[in-house]
């Protein structure tokens, strides 16, 4: 005690970063304990900050070049799973390729290539009258991109049959790919265009909700499978629509999940500072308190993708081994740093 006092007081190094975040130190003993809340700005230096709007920009709206490149490789996969797979078995499962399908059917010296011209042609013009040009101008770009490379890999490899010998197989593949083609244009805030079009303009147009356009449109090629095929194709068809229907809207919805992270430890503060500076995000903090200690607690609630989930779950978890943590897994989340994909 004597050497203390003849050392006088003294403020600790903690208490300095306390100060500097806004933090006041009588709140936060031992320091960045107990119920601080920190004012995270205040920790942020120019370059972090911008640092920080640059992942923030990226993440609302992700690089052209990335764009583009996700929109050619996903056109790409949905072309070759229709000549390879879809095309030869008449697999009329739905959007553009389905429709083609069954125009090339109906007039039998179209190709299926070039009936997916006509097709993503006419819908391109559907989209340019009805549709908001900026609200579409991707799905068009796809509509184009698609045909052409359906048409080169037609020239490089004709598909006249089954690959596999299988019509399962033959399904299997075909939705698994168009899934796979799908999933990496909607990643990067691209799509794949086709019927996407047409749900567009009657969802603008009429009070008819998303899913039911959906529904609506896909069920037309569908019912034209069976009444085209016969009974045993038509049931791959429906089949086939069920199944991408299914795959294809569990992947987006994979893709658009977040997870709402709430933590309670100890050092709240230290959490705050990590989600503001390591991985450039925000929290909302609220108070509550212990049913069994009585105690009031801090509530760090913040909103991060898987990846980030997990950083924070190590590093709370190096601070305090006896943390509380919960996770919420949620695919809508609108705002700032949230793009809708």
């Known amino acids: 005690m004597a050497r203390r006092k003849a050392e006088g007081p ?19 003993a031992p320091a960045y304990e107990g119920h601080a809340v920190l004012q995270g700005e205040a920790l942020v230096s120019e370059d972090e900050e911008e640092a920080s709007l640059r992942k923030l920009r990226k993440r609302d709206q992700p690089s052209l070049v990335r764009l583009v490149v996700s929109l050619n490789v996903g056109a790409l996969i ?27 059917t109906l007039v ?28 579409v101008v991707w799905s068009v770009v796809a509509s184009v991109v698609i045909p052409v490379y359906a048409s080169i890999i037609q020239a490089i490899m004709p598909v006249a049959g089954s690959l596999t010998g299988d019509l399962w197989m033959d399904l299997c593949c ?56 016969g009974a045993r194709v038509g049931v791959y068809c429906i089949v086939g629509l069920i199944l991408q229907t299914v795959i294809v809207n569990g992947v987006l ?42 105690r009031r607690v801090a509530q760090v609630m913040t909103v991060l993708t898987r990846a980030e989930a997990l950083r924070l779950q190590r590093y709370v978890r190096s601070l305090d081994e006896n943390a509380f943590i919960t996770y919420v897994t949620t695919s809508e989340i609108t705002g700032r740093g949230f793009r809708w994909v």
């Open 10 to 28: 003294r403020r600790t190094a903690n208490e300095e970063e306390l100060a500097e975040a806004r933090v006041d130190p009588d709140h936060a």
């Open 253 to 294: 919805e994979d893709l658009k999940c977040h997870k709402v992270c709430t933590v309670i430890c100890r050092q709240p503060a230290r959490v705050e500072e990590f989600i503001v500076r390591e991985l450039s995000r925000t929290a909302t903090i609220s108070y509550g308190y212990g049913a069994y200690s009585g």
């Open 108 to 135: 039998p010296a179209l190709s299926s290539d070039a009936a997916l011209w006509i097709v993503n042609v006419a819908l391109v013009v559907v989209g340019l009258i009805f549709v908001e040009r900026k609200a």
């Open 78 to 104: 949905c072309a070759f799973a229709f000549v390879a797979f879809q095309a030869p078995n008449n697999f009329a499962i739905g959007g553009a390729t389905g429709f083609s399908i069954v125009l090339s």
């Open 174 to 229: 075909t939705v698994l790919l168009i899934a796979l083609g799908n999933a990496i244009a909607y990643n990067a805030g691209a799509s794949t265009g086709g019927t996407e079009i047409i749900v567009m303009a009657l969802t603008r147009h009429t009070s008819l909700p998303v899913a039911h356009a959906v529904a609506l449109a896909n069920a037309v090629v569908a019912a034209s499978g069976v009444a085209l095929y």
